[in-house]
């Protein structure tokens, strides 16, 4: 790779990364309530603009049925939300149909929206919702208390690599695949928590770490 293609792709990630920046709920997550309908499964937001929905049940029921994100959990705000197609209505969902993903429409993202539910828009009744929690301390893959270099390097360890085989630790964004968005996930939380006693190194500041990540990664890409 010549000297300007890895300035090019250092470029590309520090924007990718500050984009991913307003994307608040990311790697959050919430179990769907069961009101109508048969509904449930358990959300996960992978990025700034695309939910993953894992175990999903509903029996199909009721005309003009939705995924629709709020600002909170009440039937008012999911009345003024926003919509994500697919329909569901008529569609039969029994949990084995492995993991489904959906992108929000075109231009929106996560920022403002904290709920969701399985909305149906022609009668405005939740048949399940649920609001989303962030985990407790994002991008700690190593769970030792802190985001650093030992979870940066399971990222760098693992990158480029499909899961599995690689390390599931590497992939919090749980896609399937060790990427762009996964490296976003430990460098937007970089310095969360408290360091390990006795570790005895400076940490380096985001913006710094975030070009080291990039090497690294020309560097493997460069030997592989």
Do not use: K
Not at 48 to 67: E, I, L, M, N, Q
Not at 118 to 130: E, I, K, R, T
């Amino acid at each position: 790779m010549s000297r300007r293609a890895g300035m090019l792709f250092v470029t590309c990630l520090l924007g990718l990364w500050a984009t991913a920046v307003q994307a608040a709920v990311t790697g959050s997550t919430t179990q769907l309530s069961t009101n109508y309908h048969n509904v449930g499964g358990t959300v996960t937001v992978v990025d700034d603009d695309t939910f993953r929905v894992d175990d999903f049940t509903f029996d199909g029921g009721g005309p003009a049925v939705y995924f629709y994100l709020a600002t909170g959990e009440t039937d008012a705000e999911f009345s003024l939300g926003l919509p994500v197609m697919p329909l569901l209505s008529a569609n039969v969902f029994d949990g084995t149909q492995g993991p489904l993903f959906f992108d929000l429409p075109t231009g929106e993202t996560f920022n403002g929206y904290n709920a969701i539910s399985v909305w149906c828009a022609q009668f405005s009744v939740n048949f399940g919702s649920g609001t989303f929690e962030a985990p407790s301390l994002l991008g700690d893959l190593d769970n030792d208390g802190f985001v650093g270099i030992s979870d940066l390097n399971i990222i760098l360890g693992n990158w480029n690599l499909s899961v599995p085989p690689a390390d599931p630790r590497a992939d919090p964004t749980n896609q399937g695949f060790v990427g762009i968005a996964n490296l976003n996930v430990v460098l937007n939380n970089w310095n969360a928590g408290t360091p390990p006693p006795g570790t005895g190194q400076a940490i380096p500041e985001p913006a710094g770490i975030g070009l080291l990540g990039a090497s690294a990664i020309l560097l493997t890409r460069r030997q592989s």
